[in-house]
């Protein structure tokens, strides 16, 4: 077992690792730029180390000062989190050239997978279905227009690395295309320091389920279930449940048996998420894999009774795959909401600002990753996430009301965030029926804001 660890993160992941690692009994260093410097996760790690300016190009992103912070403090190995550069083959290259254990997938495998669409071929060798798209990166507006009218509009600009929905920009007609590859590029360059784009063809009314995999690199890998992640704005996921209200017994096991399968074949190793979308009539396809733990990695967690992290840790120990992970069972319903310093009635702009006070409630099956408190400040450099709310209950009905509830109950006090929009949607009779895709923000706005 690891000894000491450093979370290349920051915020509510910085934090939930480093209660694992406190429970296994090993020590953490965390890193901060100077608008974290106060921030929750920099005083519960062992150690801290400051790596510049609040800018994520100029302290999260850069790879120099986080191996030399892992260094410093004597770390054997670093947990990425989610985002950053988490999903970054240079980072895991260069952790594997200064003697750290990246806790992920392989250098060879990130560089193979890393740009989503070389990983949709490799997929699809492998048997998976796959969205129709552009066959590799987008290089100029009359690439992206000649692919766009070959598969027709509407298309999906998207980040070729990195994930989060982040970079995601919808055209609608050919007029749009330009800016949409502009707007796309320009994010995710300014959130992974990667601006390579592709295009997908948009299929609408879908549901987006992921697999959680965990595998060994051994050729051992096993999914931990699906979770329904169709409730989103902006492209980003906002509600989270698991199991799906709308994925069949038959075609979870079809799901899980071909990513399993094609995980093995690949020799991915860690944590991961086959992305999928499902049409109504349950035909589905392979949309990308996220190399990393995802935000909404607590809803399955709280349904198996796993702990994901303590997995990714043995595992970059060296440990084969754990039958607690190849035996897992699920049991009733979880569901997460994303609590959001945010403006739904405009946009879901974020709104940055000071939380004067904030206070969850105690209710039992009800867990609350935050990486913020009382007086902590929402900054305009980083995702404006204030906490994941996640309940449990034996029904799909009891989990959702209970979310709801713990949600009305708590007190945030200071800035404006997307509270009752949650809870509206959470009881918006479409969302209860389970019928609900990805359209149905859009389709309701006007009753949830």
Not at 424 to 439: D, E, I, M, N
């Amino acid at each position: 077992m690891l000894k000491k660890i450093l979370v290349a993160n920051r915020g509510e992941i910085a934090l939930r690792v480093m209660r694992t690692c406190r429970r296994l009994g090993i020590e953490t260093t965390a890193v901060y730029s100077e608008a974290d410097a106060q921030a929750p996760f920099v005083q519960y790690a062992d150690q801290a180390v400051p790596i510049g300016p609040p800018t994520p190009s100029e302290s999260y992103l850069v790879i120099d000062k986080i191996l030399d912070a892992a260094k410093k403090s004597g770390c054997e190995a670093i947990h990425p989190g989610y985002g950053f550069l988490s999903e970054n083959p240079d980072f895991a290259k260069a952790c594997d050239a200064a003697g750290l254990i990246f806790i992920g997938p392989k250098p060879e495998t990130m560089i193979a997978l890393s740009d989503k669409q070389a990983a949709r071929k490799v997929m699809a060798e492998a048997g998976l279905p796959v969205i129709p798209g552009s066959d590799g990166n987008v290089r100029g507006e009359d690439e992206a227009r000649t692919v766009a009218e070959k598969i027709g509009f509407p298309v999906m600009v998207k980040a070729s690395y990195g994930g989060g929905g982040i970079g995601m920009t919808v055209a609608t007609n050919p007029d749009k295309l330009a800016k949409a590859l502009k707007k796309a590029s320009q994010r995710a360059e300014r959130a992974f320091a990667r601006g390579e784009i592709y295009i997908e063809k948009v299929v609408p009314q879908t549901h987006h389920i992921e697999f959680q995999i965990m595998a060994d690199g051994k050729g051992k890998a096993a999914t931990v279930f699906e979770r329904e992640c169709s409730v989103q704005r902006r492209q980003q996921k906002v509600i989270e449940e698991t199991p799906s209200p709308f994925v069949t017994g038959e075609l979870r096991l079809e799901m899980s048996e071909q990513i399993a399968a094609a995980a093995a074949k690949i020799g991915y190793r860690n944590a991961g998420t086959f992305e999928c979308l499902v049409d109504g009539n349950r035909n589905w396809y392979f949309l990308e894999i996220n190399m990393r733990l995802q935000v909404e990695h607590p809803v399955t967690e709280m349904v198996t009774g796993l702990d994901l992290v303590e997995h990714q840790i043995r595992i970059a120990s060296g440990e084969a795959l754990s039958d607690e992970i190849t035996n897992a069972k699920s049991s009733g319903h979880s569901i997460e909401a994303r609590l959001y310093a945010e403006a739904p009635a405009s946009k879901f702009l974020p709104r940055p600002g000071t939380i004067d006070k904030l206070v969850f409630p105690e209710i039992e099956g009800l867990r609350v990753d935050a990486g913020v408190a009382s007086g902590s400040v929402i900054t305009p450099f980083y995702d404006p996430l204030i906490a994941k709310v996640v309940a449990h209950a034996p029904g799909r009905d009891e989990a959702v009301e209970k979310l709801a509830d713990a949600l009305e109950k708590t007190v945030i006090d200071g800035l404006e965030t997307n509270r009752d929009f949650l809870v509206k949607s959470l009881r918006h009779p479409v969302f209860r029926s389970g019928t609900y895709t990805t359209a149905f923000i859009a389709d309701n706005l006007d009753e949830l804001v």
